[in-house]
């Protein structure tokens, strides 16, 4: 008598083997990009769709361009800012000044100094 599950031998989520037995395969084009590296990349897009102008190389993550010659640039890295550097590009040091000595005349005047 046979025991156990009636699916014996294969995995949950598993598909068909073969392509065949998948169904027809959608028209697919591969285009060619090339990152500041000289990275080749080939992604697959479908054929009825315009691809993007950029693709972000898989092995540096660079963005990629179609044209070998002149591929993008390599993005600007920012340094980064902390919040000081943020306020002190929105208000002058006189500004500074001025809201500093209100907030210690109001902390003067709760704590009765």
């Excluded at 025991?3 to 989520?13: K, M, S």
């Excluded at 179609?66 to 002058?92: G, I």
Aim: aromatic share 6%.
């Amino acid at each position: 008598m046979a025991t156990g599950n009636a699916i014996r031998g294969t995995r949950v989520g598993s598909g068909p083997v073969r392509w065949a037995e998948r169904g027809e395969q959608a028209p697919r084009r591969s285009v060619a990009y090339w990152c500041a590296n000289g990275h080749l990349t080939q992604p697959a897009f479908a054929a009825e769709i315009e691809p993007p102008d950029t693709w972000d190389c898989p092995r540096c993550g660079l963005p990629a361009g179609q044209n070998e010659q002149a591929p993008p640039e390599r993005p600007r890295a920012e340094p980064y800012k902390t919040h000081l550097a943020y306020v002190k590009e929105r208000r002058t040091d006189a500004d500074g000044e001025a809201i500093l000595q209100e907030a210690l005349a109001r902390l003067r005047q709760r704590t009765g100094r």
